[in-house]
């Protein structure tokens, strides 16, 4: 159980182009949604708190019109890469905790982002 | 502003070997703590999850242990396989309103056959 579909895994799109990565819980509600980035051979750097309902909560230095969010549903999170750039290429990883994160959380399986 | 520390930052060691991974944090006001493994391009498996109440946890093969009060949690690792090479990432999660996980660097584990 609790199990988290991102998609897509992966993709490639040219600069100025905007893509938009989704992600789902299948058998739970995740009112909140976290989103990442990771770079080559880093841990996981918090972009954003998606809520339900809500506005999303940025983390310091992330452009909030650069990455957007929206948590349409209890069960349906995404977020779209604006105007992407070469520098926007990344792996982008989501999760939810379940209740509260007092049962730990769960990931998606990422989203591998180049942009060319 | 709660750290997590995790040592060896990679490690490489033959088949069979037993191994410990270390994790360490700054507050140890910490509501539970979780071991991941993620492989290559890949996002994050769940494999432990110890509540602040609780000491240890094993799942199989894997052990882990937490001390809150020294702030410090290991990942045991029982007669490792080549199958088990992955980054192993802890997190732990504030005992606060926040829901909100602070991870570790990581160990990037090689285990050769």
């Known amino acids: 159980g609790a199990v988290v579909s991102q998609h897509p895994s992966w993709v490639i799109c040219k600069s100025g182009t905007s893509v938009k990565i989704e992600c789902r819980s299948l058998d739970f509600q995740a009112t909140t949604m976290f989103w990442y980035r990771q770079f080559p051979k880093q841990s996981l750097m918090l972009m954003a708190t998606s809520n339900e309902g809500s506005k999303a909560t940025y983390e310091q230095g992330v452009e909030k019109d650069k990455f957007l969010i929206n948590h349409a549903s209890l069960t349906l999170s995404t977020l779209t890469v604006t105007s992407a750039h070469p520098e926007d290429s990344s792996f982008y990883i989501c999760?939810?905790?379940?209740?509260?994160?007092?049962?730990?959380?769960?990931f998606g399986s990422g989203t591998r982002l180049t942009v060319v | 502003k709660q750290e997590v520390t995790q040592i060896p930052a990679a490690l490489s060691v033959p088949e069979g070997e037993n191994l410990v991974l270390n994790c360490s944090f700054t507050?140890?006001?910490?509501?539970?703590l979780q071991w991941f493994r993620q492989d290559p391009g890949k996002g994050l498996t769940s494999l432990l999850l110890i509540q602040s109440s609780q000491r240890e946890q094993t799942s199989g093969r894997l052990n882990a242990s937490l001390d809150k009060s020294s702030g410090r949690s290991t990942l045991y690792i029982a007669a490792s396989q080549p199958g088990d090479s992955a980054t192993y990432l802890c997190a732990v999660k504030r005992n606060n309103a926040g829901n909100m996980l602070t991870f570790g660097g990581g160990t990037r584990l090689m285990v050769k056959p």
């Open positions: 999760s939810a905790p379940r209740q509260g994160g007092a049962f730990g959380y769960t």
């Open positions: 507050d140890s006001a910490i509501y539970n």
